[in-house]
């Protein structure tokens, strides 16, 4: 198993949100990502780093076991990408 505790860019998440998201990530598709071996970021997308819909349906499975929301998760994302540049 992947220890994401210890993934050193977990610390530029901004909040408990992000956190989980990046740490679920993680835990079902690795580290890294698989185009090009970098360290999977909060603005990647998830089907390029690896992901496929299984994937996609057990990382939604196991944010709403943490007790998140969806919406809650979706707001974050919007609002660090937006926080960035990325828009």
Known sequence: A???AK???LNNALNK???ALLRTVISVVG???VE???PVQLTDNFFEIG???LNAVNVVTKLKDQGFHL???Y???IMHVSAHGFF
């Open 7 to 9: 993934c050193d860019f």
């Open 75 to 77: 707001s974050a994302i």
């Open 17 to 19: 949100e992000e956190r």
């Open 36 to 38: 090009d071996g970098k």
């Open 2 to 4: 992947i220890d994401a």
């Open 31 to 33: 580290p890294t990502s």
């Open 71 to 73: 919406g809650q998760l």
């Open 51 to 53: 992901g496929n819909s």
